[in-house]
């Protein structure tokens, strides 16, 4: 205890959002002499600076496109921060998106050797742990099959057991303690807190108040790429409550989660989330900048944050017309809209 | 220095996964598998010879051999640089959600080209005994262009895995490129007949060709050639090297 084990120093991060995507030379070259290379300058991260002790569970709290992700992918090394320095001592798990390093070519057996390699674990460790790792994964005889043949929760169970064989000293979890169903759910979960109980350092990512409640001992708030809160769990999580969900309360408040869910069964299955969730920054952050300057009046906001959403859901609908159903049930009756969400997360 | 020596240590054993998984992919699902390494330059060999074995005039038994040494070096540099280039792309998924040291996804290409290069040199080896090109000391020499073509490919495929990410133009730049390097490479005809001698050296490859071939046929390396190509070996290195570790944090953005 006491030991800072992660240290985030002044960290900013930058993104150019290009007005229009250049990525070929002919282009490039015509708007640079055009002098039309423009970029709009976006700010994920505004000199966040935090340190989190061994032992300790930081939550971390925001809205959608707050910056969470990206601070963890810059913990984690993914990214490189435009500003500041991060430093970590001992061995991360990243559990960010399960199964990300697999080879769909690749049979479940030969992955396991792959993500494992990956993931920085050396080869006799892993030849140990085989048995563990498929045993775990409740995979079978399907183990010898390749990846791509696999259903998405297989690809996530394999992803899961591979990642949380090691004993981290610093586990990151971005929303993933809702993997397949409901059995392997729990025993995921069930191995997670044996992980906490050891005294792993861990970083959470969630919007469930309750969730972090239950886990985290420390808590920060992101907002619009601003650390606003950090301190002892109850506390940032009751000002979390107080700022954040009430300004989203109206029509809003029963829809966002099952917004949530959807997105996240896109997540895994299409590949057009990649996409989506770069222009989903810019409506959010319209958004919060609306909320800012007029945050009493919450439901023309409700309104207007329901607007964007559904336009930018229509944007990005590989079948639009399903998604299009989905605009107009925000103003549905739930049991409606439930029926709707169901329907898409079918066809996808 | 020491803590990349000590990063490399770390992930040597996902360079070695990933230049195995670049190999078994690569045959997977034919049915006659690795062995395409060696039918592949055994039958662009035999079209090449009977193709340009009219234009050479007068018959020389071991034009084989003079086309296979040129093929073999150049067609593994034009695989490898390839891969390589694609490497970073291809490799988005994982590149975006784990941190790897960058440079492990073009230098896995490159290795497990260089593999299957090795493999295929064995059809050199029994073509050598069929023509009767008997190997001499000298083909203990050969490992210096070996080398250097190794060294040439990496550094052009990290400059180009590099230019690829920013712009894909470069896939389709390239493949000309190495068509034109293909033609001015004297693989399929006498360098000493052609008058614009300049053409060899702006190649890349042409000079470690050329040495390559003085030790199969057991003559002795050729210093001109030896130092060309050594400079444009380390260059292309050192560009490549400086060009990707400035580049490699913004990749992910441009992916």
Not at chain 2, 129 to 138: E, H
């Amino acid at each position: 205890m006491g030991k800072e084990v992660v240290k985030v120093e002044n960290v900013s991060m930058k993104f150019n959002l290009m007005e229009n995507k250049v990525d070929n030379l002919k282009e490039y070259v015509i708007k640079l002499i055009k002098n039309e290379l423009r970029y709009q300058e976006f700010w994920a991260l505004k000199d966040i600076s935090f340190t989190v002790n061994k032992g300790d569970r930081l939550g971390i709290l925001g809205l959608n496109g707050a910056g969470k992700s990206t601070l963890l992918k810059i913990i984690a090394g993914v990214l490189k921060a435009t500003e500041g320095k991060v430093t970590v001592k001992g061995k991360i798990a990243p559990l960010l998106e399960l199964g990300a390093g697999f080879d769909p070519q690749y049979t479940g057996a030969e992955n396991i050797y792959l993500y494992g390699a990956v993931l920085g674990y050396p080869k006799d460790f892993i030849r140990e742990k085989y048995d563990e790792i498929v045993e775990f994964s409740e995979l079978g005889e399907f183990i010898h099959v390749p990846v791509k043949n696999y259903s998405s929760g297989m690809k996530a169970r394999l992803g899961f057991a591979i990642a949380t064989i090691v004993e981290p000293d610093i586990l990151i979890l971005d929303e993933v303690l809702s993997v397949g169903d409901a059995k392997f759910r729990k025993k995921s979960e069930k191995r997670i807190m044996d992980m906490f109980d050891k005294g792993a350092t861990v970083l959470f990512v969630s919007h469930t108040i309750e969730q972090v409640m239950a886990i985290c001992n420390r808590a920060i708030i992101l907002d619009n790429g601003s650390l606003v809160a950090c301190g002892p769990a109850e506390e940032v999580c009751k000002i979390y409550e107080e700022k954040f969900i009430e300004r989203e309360s109206g029509v809003m408040k029963p829809r966002k989660e099952k917004d949530g869910k959807a997105k996240k069964k896109k997540k895994k299955k299409t590949v057009n989330v990649e996409i989506s969730d770069e222009i989903g920054i810019d409506p959010e952050k319209k958004i919060s900048k609306d909320n800012d300057k007029k945050s009493d009046e919450v439901y023309i906001i409700a309104e207007n944050k329901s607007d964007v959403l559904s336009e930018f859901m229509t944007e990005n609908a590989s079948e639009n017309t399903e998604n299009k159903s989905e605009g107009i049930a925000e103003t549905v009756p739930n049991s409606i809209s439930d029926n709707i969400t169901n329907n898409i997360s079918d066809n996808n | 220095m020491s803590s990349a020596i000590k990063n490399f240590n770390k992930y040597k054993y996902l360079l070695m996964e990933l230049t195995k998984k670049n190999i078994k992919l690569k045959y997977r699902r034919s049915y006659l598998g690795i062995l395409w390494t060696l039918l592949e330059p055994i039958l662009t060999t035999i079209v090449l010879t009977i193709v340009f074995i009219n234009f050479r005039g007068k018959s020389d038994h071991t034009f084989p051999i003079y086309i296979l040494t040129g093929r073999l070096l150049y067609s593994f540099f034009s695989h490898a640089t390839k891969q390589a280039m694609k490497s970073i792309r291809s490799n988005s998924g994982m590149i975006k959600k784990v941190y790897v040291p960058k440079y492990i996804y073009p230098l896995s290409n490159i290795l497990s080209s260089y593999v299957i290069f090795a493999i295929s040199l064995l059809v050199l080896l029994g073509a050598m005994f069929i023509f009767k090109v008997y190997p001499t000391k000298y083909i203990l020499y050969s490992f210096i262009p070996l080398t250097l073509i190794f060294i040439l490919s990496l550094g052009f495929g990290m400059i180009l895995a590099t230019l690829a990410v920013f712009f894909r133009d470069m896939e389709y730049l390239w493949d000309v490129t190495l068509m034109l390097i293909m033609y001015t490479a004297a693989i399929f005809y006498d360098a000493a007949k052609i008058k614009d001698q300049w053409v060899f050296y702006c190649n890349p490859i042409y000079h470690i060709i050329v040495n390559f071939r003085n030790c199969i046929y057991g003559h002795p390396i050729d210093m001109l050639a030896l130092k060309i190509s050594m400079a444009y070996s380390f260059a292309a290195l050192i560009i490549g090297i400086i060009l990707f570790y400035r580049k490699q944090d913004k990749f992910i953005l441009y992916i």
